[in-house]
């Protein structure tokens, strides 16, 4: 079970793990029924250099009317004696075309002494067919011993680790004032500490909802003990400028990604990041943050704000492990606040995330050593809401 190898890029046989068994995608794979009936595809496992990898699926003339492909990337460690152990994951809707003609594609961290693998399973069956499939790796880089010898110091904001609640989802009403990852309600928008956010945006506010994931980014970071004097933010979404003069006035710092959120094949560039400051134009020149080669006590940020990158990343089938490279740069204990739109239950906006997907990610970054705050979907259930997720790194 090898694959074949070029210099950077590895095509892997996509049935080269169970050998002969036919796929749930067909008529791809072997001539064997599978075991399991959920079985899609299954590369041998393969050694890279530690560093970033990435996986790229592709499928020719694919078409389905069902189903949902999920790709798990497992390690094994040879001569352990341990199953595989996961490693990230990412899924495509078979029935989506543009989604299916995108392909997927997952970036990991690969470490010395492991080997890796793609396995794809269809969740609840398919009527999937395919004239073929590729499943290529390719090692886009290998760990710098300078910079991965030097891990980012712990933040020194913030108040206090976010308590573990006896249940991830709340059924209480939620409150403005001590925020948890929750959804907008019209309670909410009457609230003293709402309309203070509100007069402080001014002419930023926007519509009730624009205001409020505004209002709620800056209470969630305010109640975490972030808008503090020396804070260091990274935002992503233009729409973070609104919160440029509250962010100055609390004495921190931010910076707005010029990038567009990372998806799979594209990690963070640590010694050319491209970003601007908060409060500077569309127009103002983008500079290469030199992340790597900052000092110890300046490297990273206190906390991280993204608008809509979760709704991208969901898009793409991608939303946990684009949100953890994102993080990849918040500082320990420091502070994410992640607004995204949330879809009722019937005729939600296209790209917009299911309570199901939303839980799912939560459990995600909980499993990868991160606290996220308590869900609270109250009034999530008739229309596409605005909802803020508040994840601390660990």
Request: with cysteine; net charge negative; glycine share 10%.
């Amino acid at each position: 079970m090898t694959s074949d190898v070029s210099e950077h890029v590895r095509v892997l046989d996509p049935f080269g793990f169970f050998i002969g068994q036919s796929s749930a995608i067909v008529p791809l794979g072997g001539a064997e029924r599978s075991l399991d009936t959920r079985y899609a595809f299954h590369t041998p496992y393969v050694e890279f250099q530690p560093g970033r990898v990435v996986f790229r699926l592709r499928f020719d003339r694919l078409r389905a009317s069902f189903g949902e492909l999920r790709v798990n990337v497992n390690a094994f460690i040879p001569g352990s004696g341990r199953d595989a152990i996961f490693v990230t994951s990412a899924r495509v809707n078979l029935h989506d075309a543009a989604a299916v003609a995108r392909g997927l594609t997952i970036s990991f961290m690969s470490v010395a002494g492991a080997t890796y693998a793609a396995y794809g399973y269809c969740t609840e069956g398919t009527d999937a067919r395919a004239e073929g499939m590729t499943v290529e790796a390719e090692q886009l880089e290998t760990a710098d011993p300078a910079t991965a010898q030097r891990p980012l110091l712990p933040s020194k904001f913030g108040a206090g680790q976010l308590q573990a609640p006896a249940r991830l989802i709340a059924s209480e009403p939620p409150s403005f004032a001590y925020p948890v990852s929750q959804a907008i309600t019209d309670t909410q928008l009457q609230e003293h500490d709402f309309d203070r956010w509100k007069r402080k945006l001014g002419d930023h506010a926007g519509t009730p909802e624009q205001c409020w994931a505004l209002a709620f980014a800056a209470q969630a970071l305010r109640s975490y003990g972030l808008l503090e004097p020396g804070a260091r933010g990274i935002c992503w979404g233009p729409e973070c400028g609104a919160l440029a003069a509250i962010f100055a006035e609390a004495g921190c710092s931010a910076l707005l990604a010029a990038t567009a959120p990372i998806s799979g094949d594209a990690g963070i560039d640590w010694h050319a990041f491209p970003c601007r400051r908060l409060d500077a134009g569309a127009d103002a020149p983008v500079e290469l943050l030199p992340l790597a080669d900052e000092a110890p006590d300046q490297r990273g940020f206190d906390f991280l704000l993204s608008l809509g990158a979760a709704n991208h990343g969901y898009a793409d089938g991608n939303t946990a492990n684009m949100l953890l490279e994102m993080m990849s740069v918040l500082r320990p204990r420091g502070i994410a606040v992640h607004m995204l739109q949330l879809s009722g239950r019937a005729n939600s906006t296209p790209g917009t995330l299911p309570r199901g997907e939303v839980e799912r990610l939560a459990v995600t970054l909980l499993s990868r050593g991160f606290s996220v705050a308590q869900l609270n979907f109250e009034g999530a259930e008739d229309r596409d809401r605005p909802f803020g997720i508040i994840v601390r790194k660990d």
